[in-house]
């Protein structure tokens, strides 16, 4: 299989179950750990794939690098708001920073600025709606940094 192809296929699969937990957290305001598990280990097998086949094995090296500091930013963040971030957001944080990673460390640094930013104006949105109380769908923005950061970096 083309490098390309796999890659293409990697970030399509990415994106749809984004989708799904997108909706699924606006909804419920939670996403199952079952359907985060599969798409970790989807996201990562066919990345690292990509990765050995195109001999470029220093890519998987720096996405996993990537999506380890990130679960550390939500781990960190989610101790400081004690509890503000929920655990999905968490779970899915080393998804989000390995397929940005994947693509180089400036498409991860946008990757965290939309999250960053984007995540801020969902919160804001969200308290002036349902003040201080508001659970806020964080999922959302989360695959939005992957979706710009393909269209950027990608």
Do not use: N
């Not at 699969?13 to 937990?21: K, N, P, S």
């Not at 104006?121 to 308290?127: D, E, G, M, P, S």
């Amino acid at each position: 299989m083309d490098v390309a192809a796999l890659e293409v296929l990697a970030y399509a699969v990415l994106i749809a179950v984004g989708l799904f937990q997108s909706f699924e957290d606006i909804d419920t305001r939670r996403v199952h750990v079952l359907t985060t598990q599969l798409v970790s280990v989807w996201t990562l097998a066919t990345l690292g794939l990509a990765a050995v086949i195109g001999g470029e094995p220093t890519t998987i090296v720096r996405a996993v690098l990537c999506a380890f500091a990130i679960w550390l930013l939500f781990v960190v963040l989610d101790r400081f708001t004690q509890g503000g971030i929920g655990k999905g957001d968490v779970r899915l944080a080393p998804v989000i920073g390995l397929a940005t990673g994947y693509l180089s460390t400036e498409s991860f640094a946008l990757g965290l600025l939309v999250v960053a930013v984007g995540g801020s104006l969902v919160a804001l949105i969200a308290l002036l709606h349902h003040g201080a109380s508001a659970r806020i769908p964080f999922v959302p923005v989360m695959y939005a940094a992957v979706v710009v950061s393909v269209v950027v970096h990608g």
